[in-house]
Every structure is written in structure tokens, then in C-alpha cells.
């Protein structure tokens, strides 16, 4: 039951897009066409339960044991730019169209701040390693979410006619914004 | 020789004030540009920790340029960002907790804050120390500003008062939305779209000239 609450809070009550404002860069980056919206989602997610669970046993095992735990950034952060490096030659290898697709943005994730936050909150939360994983997961399903349903809007923006100054960022993030109030309305999911 | 010299540092220093003014034109470190700007205080104090980090390591990095190797130099300015953003951390907790406690994980989020590892590859990299300094000197003011002035906006609609003191009168209905996330998103978008429709009036100003 715990677990299923994590995955809900993680994914739609507290979505780290639109409450954290974590990962903004690549949120308003990567989400001009659904296409590739969704692959930089599914990039990310796998990054991010990745992220979760070799952070947590090197927090646990490592940090915590040997009583360094304000070593705590530049360990996370190294273990998730390693991470990033794997995932990239392995795309690379695998499939060649999605690497193309995802071009710049995937080094890109090593410095997306959803990342080192979901390792950060998780260490914060005090998760448990299933817990971890869970909350990695459903944060990156989360994002997809977000992203996914921003790249839609915005397709349909670009027909629309916008006051100039307004156009591209600014705009988006006026729509983030009214999402963000859209998903407010999933925080009465918890009380019950 | 020495003019030009000066006026080449002072062009780096004021670059970051408007023409590259961070969050607003280069859209970089928009997530505590968002996530921290419900009050002044809150925001002037993340931009003053992040102007730190960006001194410290425009100039680290800067000195260190001849000794670093391609290959590795990412991995290095992150580590070498990361134990500034440590220090700044602990120098928070310790000396302003209340402050340090309303931050919460956006001080060590400044480690992938983008203006900093940008900096470092755009300008620390291929530029002397005392240039690299002014540049963030710059760039983390601009940052500072731009931070402080989202959190009045953010505030005086939200709370109806400035730095705490209520400027407003009780006839004052806070709108709530100021301060949560949707009210960022919103006033994010729109400074971005007021430098826009100044720069736009600018630009069509000194060409009609």
C-alpha cells in the first residue's frame, strides 16, 4: 500500500516538473514534437530508476558507513554521470535512431536536476531500497507524463496566433504553469 | 592598451546584467529561478549563494585551464562545483539556518544549475583568471536580480508585503496562487516575455535611427 501511495505522490501529486520545478531545462527543451517529447521521457525514466538504485547502497553502504555523508553531492553526482555515460554507449550501440533522436539531450540528463533531486529527496524521505526504486520510477513516469502532455499542446500552439513577445518559452511556461494547477487538483487523491 | 583592457573587463562584467542576463534570455538555472522566488529574501539569498559558487568556480577553473585534458574536463568542473556548492551548504546551515532551512535541496541542486557548468565551458575555459571573474561577477548579479525581482512580484501579489513589511493594506486579498508553483510558471513566462517586448522595441528603435 505504501508503495503504491509513493508511486501516485511521486507521479502526480508532488510531479517534480510541476511542483519541484525540477527539470525545466529539458521540459522546455525536448518538447516541441510528441515524438521525441516521449523518447527523452523514457531516457529519463530509465535513468531514474537506474539513479535510485545505485544511489541508495552507496549512500547506505558507503557514505553512511563511513561516516562521510557530506560527500554526499559529488558521490551522487558522479555516480549519475557515470550512469548517463553507460546509458549513452549502450543507445548508441542498440539503436541508432533513438540515439540520433535524442542527440545533445542526453548528456543533457547528467545535468538535469530531476536526477540529483530524486536522489536528494530520497535520501531526505528516508526510503527504504524498494521504496527508492519505486520513487525513481515513478518520478520518471511523471515527467513523461508532463512532457509528453506539453509537446501535445504545444503542436497544436504552433497554428495559434501569439503576441510576439510571448512566443516559444515564454508561452510554454505560461502553460506549464495552468498544468501545474490542473495537477493540483490530483492532491485530494491522498487524503482519503 | 590598458583602456581597452578595462573596457574589455568591464564589457564582461555588464554582459551578464542585461545582454546575457541569465535566467530570462538564456533560459539557464530555471529551476531555482522558480522554485525559490516566493519571497525577496529567499531569492536574493539563492542568487547570492550561486554568485559564490560561480566566482569560486570560474576561477578555479580558469586557473586550472592549462592543466586539464579534454576528455575529462566535464567530469572535473563537476566535482569542482560540487565541493564549492558544499561549502556554500554547510556555511548556510551553519550561519543562517532558517534561511538554509527554507532553501532545502535547491542549495545542492545548484551543483547542476546550468549557468554555472555553462560558464565554465563557454567562458573559464578559454579565458584568463581576472576576465573569468568578472564574467561571473556578471552573470551571478544578473542571476541575483533577476531572482529578486521574481520574488517581489511573487510576494507583494502574494502575500501582499515586501521583505516581510506589509506594503499593502488590509483591502488587499492575497492571491494565493502567487505563491504556489502555478504562479511561477506564470510570472517566469511573463518577465520573459516583457525582456522580449523591450529588446524587440530597442532593436526596432535604433534602426529606425
Known sequence: ?192 | MAEDSANSLWYEFKKGLWQDIPPFRLVLGTCPTLAVTNSIKNGIAMGLATLFVLICSNVAISALRKYVAVQVRIALYVVIIALFVTLADMFLAAMFPPISKALGPYVPLIVVNCIILGRAEAFAQKNAVVPSLMDALGIGLGFTMSLASMGFVRELLGFGTLLNFRVLGDWFEPWIVMILPAGAFVVFGSFIALVNWISHRKAAGSSSM
Do not use: H
Open chain 1, 1 to 192: 500500500m505504501k508503495l503504491i501511495m509513493i508511486f501516485i505522490s511521486a507521479a502526480l501529486i508532488n510531479n517534480f516538473v510541476l511542483t519541484y520545478f525540477l527539470g525545466i531545462c529539458p521540459f522546455v527543451g525536448v518538447s516541441n514534437k510528441i515524438e521525441n517529447a516521449l523518447n527523452m521521457g523514457l531516457a529519463t525514466t530509465f535513468v531514474m530508476t537506474l539513479t535510485a538504485a545505485v544511489t541508495w547502497p552507496i549512500y547506505t553502504y558507503i557514505l553512511v558507513r563511513f561516516n562521510v555523508p557530506f560527500l554526499e553531492y559529488v558521490a551522487f553526482i558522479i555516480a549519475i554521470a557515470a550512469l548517463v555515460q553507460l546509458v549513452e554507449m549502450y543507445i548508441r550501440k542498440s539503436s541508432p535512431a533513438l540515439y540520433r533522436a535524442l542527440g545533445i539531450y542526453l548528456p543533457l540528463i547528467t545535468t538535469n536536476c530531476a536526477v540529483l533531486g530524486l536522489a536528494l529527496f530520497m535520501v531526505l524521505r528516508e526510503y527504504n531500497f524498494v521504496e527508492s526504486i519505486i520513487f525513481g520510477f515513478a518520478t520518471g513516469a511523471g515527467f513523461t507524463l508532463a512532457i509528453v502532455m506539453m509537446s501535445g499542446i504545444r503542436e497544436e500552439l504552433e497554428f495559434a496566433d501569439i503576441p510576439k513577445p510571448f512566443q516559444g518559452i515564454s508561452v510554454t511556461l505560461i502553460i506549464a504553469g495552468m498544468m501545474a494547477l490542473a495537477f493540483m487538483g490530483f492532491a485530494g487523491l491522498m487524503r482519503g
